[in-house]
């Protein structure tokens, strides 16, 4: 049984840094391209950041490119998201999401699975 979970989050201050995890189990990690989306209260999911099987070239949202760092670490099925100098604007519940296949994506309805969210805010 497929299953994405994600580990990491919590409360942070303005300009704080924080890493969240995603551990993938139950199937071919490599087979999958791997991401992050953001939801804050009353909004759309939003693209984050996504990355290849091979952990080459990420793509990142607009507003983390140059804060937001993502990686993989494939012998342990693993995803991370290395979140730098973090903004009041970055709360929200951020979800691990996988894509059957080899390209990249940035909209939801092109993911195959979802975690089920960690909690990150940032107080200002």
């Known amino acids: 049984q497929v299953k994405l979970v994600e580990s990491g989050g919590g409360l942070v201050q303005t300009g704080d840094s924080l890493t969240l995890s995603c551990l993938d189990s139950?199937?071919?990690?490599?087979?999958?391209?791997m991401g992050w989306f953001r939801q804050a209260p009353e909004t759309e999911r939003e693209f984050v950041a996504s990355?290849?099987?091979?952990?080459?070239?990420?793509e990142y949202g607009d507003s983390v490119k140059g804060r937001f760092f993502i990686s993989r670490d494939n012998a342990k099925n693993m995803m991370y998201l290395k979140m730098n100098n973090l903004k009041p604007e970055d709360t929200g519940v951020y979800y691990c999401?996988?894509?059957?296949?080899?390209?990249?994506?940035?909209?939801?309805?092109?993911?195959?699975?979802w975690g089920q969210g960690t909690q990150v805010t940032v107080s200002s």
């Open positions: 999401a996988a894509k059957f296949g080899t390209a990249l994506f940035d909209i939801p309805s092109q993911i195959t699975d």
């Open positions: 139950g199937r071919a990690f490599t087979n999958y391209a």
């Open positions: 990355i290849t099987w091979s952990g080459s070239n990420p």
